[in-house]
C-alpha cells in the first residue's frame, strides 16, 4: 500500500489553503445564529482541517426568506437573458482560475483522489455550467393555432425558490448540476450542503457574488440534512427540491414535499447497478478494466457505480481472474493528494464501518470474498477499505440487493440472455446499466428490456452534457444535466387572449 507520509505538490498546496468556512446569505458570508461549527475532517487522516459555521432552522428560514423576496423583486428573475448569460459565464471563468483550490477542498473533505478532481470532478462541473448557461436564451414559449380571433400563447417562466441538497460524494459536481439550471431558469436558490463537505459550495456562492450575481439569489447554509434539510423541502416558500442522495432520504424529501405545498421533486437516488458481460464480448480485457474502474473509481461512493458484475458462465472464472489482477495493480489505496493514487479513504468512520459491516455479511451470506475485504496495512489512521470483489454471489443475497456505496462488488454467474436480463431487473433499483456483447440483437433487445434511467453499450458512464441523467423505479425521478434539466425548473402559462 502507498505510504500516506508520502509529501508532494498538492500536500504542500494543501498547507497554504485558507477556507471560507461561514454562511452565504444576502449577498454576505456570515455566521450562524447559534455560532455552533462543524468540524471538517480529513478522512485519510481524520485530523480536522477547519470548523464550518453550522446553520440551524432560523438561518435556513433567513436564507428561504431572502431567496422569495430576491425572486419577487426580480433581480434575477427578471434579468434581460443576456446579463443573467453574462454573470454565469464569468462565474464559471472565476471557478476555473480556482479549479486547483477546487479540487484539493474536495480531496481534502472527501478522500477523493485528487487526479479524478482535476480531470473528472472540475471539468465537469465548467462544462455543466458552461452549457446550462448557454441554454438561458433558448428557453422559448409558443403559439397554438387556435381560432381566428384568438391568440393563445404558452410560455415558460421560473418556479420561485428552489432548494438544492447535494451529496458528499461529489460535492462540487453535484452543486453546479443541481444550482446551475435552477439558476439559468432565473430562480433564486438555496443550497444545503453535504454536512461532512461544505467547503466547495460556500466557495462557490462567494465567486457567483464575485461575479456580479446579486446578493440573496445563491445561498448556501451548511448544516445537519436530518434539520436542514427537513425544513428546506418542508416549506411553503420553496417551489422545487432538486436532491441528489440515499433512496431512504429522498422518500422523505417527497413526503414533506406532499405535506407542505405539493413542490416539485428532482430526486436522483440509491443504485444497485448491473454491468453485463456476454460471452460473445469482442475486447475482454476492455470490459475488465471499465468494469473495474467503474466500481472502485471514488471509491465505489458512487450511485451509478457497476456494483453487480453479472458474467456468462462460459468465461466466468477468467473474467473474474483478470479482474482481480487488473484491479490489485491499478487500485492500490493510497495518500489521495498525491497525483498516482486511484482511491482514497471513504469520506468518514461511519462509511468505513457501514462498508466493513456488509463485507461480513457477505461472508455469512456465503459469498466467496476473491480479494479485498480488509482495511489497508499502513493507512489504518484513515478511513480506507481495500477494493473487493465477491464471487460466486447469488442475487438474493443482501450484498446483492443493498447499495453498499464503498469499492466492494459482487460477480453474479448467467447462462441465458434473459437470464442476464431478470437478474439485472431483479433489484428496486434503476439507475445505471451497462452491457457488452458484439451481438447487435443483444445490444437492442437487452438495452431495451433493462429497467433503468440509463444504459451504455460496449461502455460505461460514458456521454456528454446532452444525455438526461436520472434513474427509475426507487433510483428517483426527474433529470439532471442536458437541456432537460433547465426546462425542469420552468413551469408553463397559457395566456389565452381574446380580440375583435
Not at 450562524?32 to 468540524?39: A, D, N, Q
Not at 487500485?331 to 479513504?345: E, H, W, Y
Amino acid at each position: 500500500m502507498k505510504s500516506i507520509e508520502k509529501t508532494n505538490y498538492y500536500d504542500n498546496k494543501a498547507r497554504e489553503l485558507s477556507f471560507e468556512t461561514g454562511l452565504v446569505i444576502d449577498g454576505k458570508i456570515i455566521k450562524s445564529s447559534t455560532g455552533e461549527m462543524i468540524e471538517s475532517v480529513n478522512p485519510s487522516t481524520n485530523d480536522v482541517i477547519t470548523s464550518v459555521q453550522k446553520g440551524c432552522v432560523a438561518d435556513m428560514q433567513q436564507a428561504i426568506d431572502i431567496a422569495k423576496k430576491r425572486f419577487q423583486q426580480g433581480v434575477w428573475s427578471r434579468l434581460e437573458p443576456r446579463k443573467r448569460m453574462n454573470i454565469m459565464y464569468k462565474w464559471a471563468d472565476l471557478i476555473e482560475q480556482k479549479k486547483e483550490t477546487f479540487a484539493l477542498l474536495d480531496t481534502l473533505e472527501m478522500g477523493k483522489p485528487i487526479d479524478e478532481m482535476l480531470t473528472i470532478d472540475v471539468p465537469g462541473t465548467l462544462i455543466n455550467l458552461r452549457y446550462v448557461t448557454e441554454c438561458i436564451d433558448k428557453l422559448e414559449g409558443k403559439t397554438t393555432n387556435t381560432r381566428d380571433n384568438t391568440l393563445h400563447c404558452i410560455i415558460s417562466q421560473p418556479l420561485g425558490v428552489v432548494g438544492c441538497i447535494t451529496p458528499w460524494n461529489y460535492p462540487l459536481m453535484m452543486a453546479s448540476w443541481k444550482v446551475a439550471p435552477a439558476l439559468a431558469a432565473g430562480n433564486s436558490v438555496v443550497l444545503k450542503p453535504a454536512a461532512y463537505t461544505s467547503l466547495s459550495s460556500i466557495l462557490m456562492g462567494k465567486l457567483f457574488l464575485e461575479a456580479g450575481g446579486p446578493g440573496g439569489v445563491f445561498n448556501v447554509v451548511p448544516g445537519s440534512g436530518s434539520v436542514l434539510g427537513k425544513e428546506l423541502a418542508s416549506s411553503s416558500d420553496v417551489a422545487k427540491i432538486a436532491f441528489t442522495g440515499s433512496t431512504e432520504v429522498g422518500k422523505l424529501i417527497f413526503r414533506y414535499a406532499g405535506e407542505s405545498n405539493l413542490k416539485k421533486v428532482n430526486a436522483e437516488l440509491g443504485g444497485k447497478s448491473p454491468h453485463i458481460v456476454f460471452d460473445d464480448v469482442e475486447d475482454l480485457e476492455k470490459a475488465v478494466k471499465i468494469c473495474s474502474h467503474m466500481i472502485y473509481e471514488n471509491q465505489g461512493e458512487v450511485c451509478s457505480a457497476g456494483s453487480r458484475i453479472l458474467v456468462h458462465e462460459k468465461i466466468y472464472d477468467e473474467f473474474n481472474e483478470k479482474f482481480k489482477k487488473y484491479t490489485e495493480e491499478t487500485f492500490i489505496p493510497g495518500n489521495p493528494l498525491d497525483p498516482s493514487t486511484k482511491i482514497g479513504p471513504l469520506v468518514a468512520k461511519e462509511q468505513q464501518q457501514s462498508v466493513l459491516g456488509y463485507i461480513e455479511a457477505g461472508k455469512e451470506e456465503g459469498g466467496r470474498l476473491y480479494f479485498g475485504g480488509n482495511i489497508p496495512k499502513g493507512l489504518e489512521q484513515g478511513c480506507y477499505v481495500e477494493p473487493t470483489l465477491f464471487t460466486d454471489v447469488d442475487n438474493s443475497m443482501k450484498i446483492a440487493q443493498e447499495e453498499i456505496f464503498g469499492p466492494v462488488a459482487v460477480s453474479v454467474k448467467f447462462n441465458t440472455r434473459d437470464d442476464a436480463i431478470n437478474i439485472a431487473n431483479d433489484t428496486p433499483f434503476g439507475l445505471a446499466a451497462g452491457l457488452w456483447t458484439s451481438n447487435l440483437n443483444t445490444a437492442h433487445k437487452v438495452a431495451k428490456e433493462l429497467e433503468s434511467g440509463m444504459v451504455w453499450v460496449n461502455g460505461y458512464m460514458n456521454g456528454d452534457m446532452t444525455m438526461p441523467w436520472g434513474g427509475w423505479k426507487e433510483s428517483g425521478q426527474g433529470r439532471d444535466k442536458s437541456f432537460e434539466a433547465v426546462v425542469s425548473n420552468t413551469q408553463t402559462k397559457s395566456v389565452w387572449i381574446n380580440y375583435k
